[in-house]
Nanobody
């Protein structure tokens, strides 16, 4: 399974962006998924996670109330709606998924990242 992010770009503070993460390939199942980000000079940090059925979500305190994570299992795509963006949200955003392969191996898969830049 491969994950490909899209939707990043340059936006002014207060604006919005919607990130997408599309999964491709063959797997037995894709379980929990999440978004992480890494700002220049900082460690990668968790932004939000979502359960396999989409009924349970978790957010970091820094984005709670501004970001919304969702997934469309029919399209094997996950989204991150980002509103009220702040300059400190500037980072490379990565999607992550727990994948169960056809041979029942449990793998953690990462996308290549998409850059979000928020100008003040």
């Amino acid at each position: 399974v491969q994950l490909v992010e899209s939707g990043g770009g340059l936006v002014q503070a207060g604006g919005s962006l919607r990130l997408s993460c599309a999964a491709s390939g063959i797997a037995f199942s894709i379980n929990a998924m999440g978004w992480y980000r890494q700002a220049p000079g900082k460690q990668r940090e968790l932004v939000a996670t979502i359960s396999s059925g989409g009924d349970s979500t978790n957010y970091s305190d820094s984005v709670k109330g501004r970001f919304t994570i969702s997934r469309d299992n029919a399209k094997t795509t996950m989204y991150l709606q980002m509103n009220s963006l702040k300059p400190e949200d500037t980072a490379v955003y990565y999607c992550n998924a727990e994948v169960i392969t056809m041979t029942q191996r449990d793998l953690e898969v990462w996308g290549q990242g998409t850059l979000v830049t928020v100008s003040s």
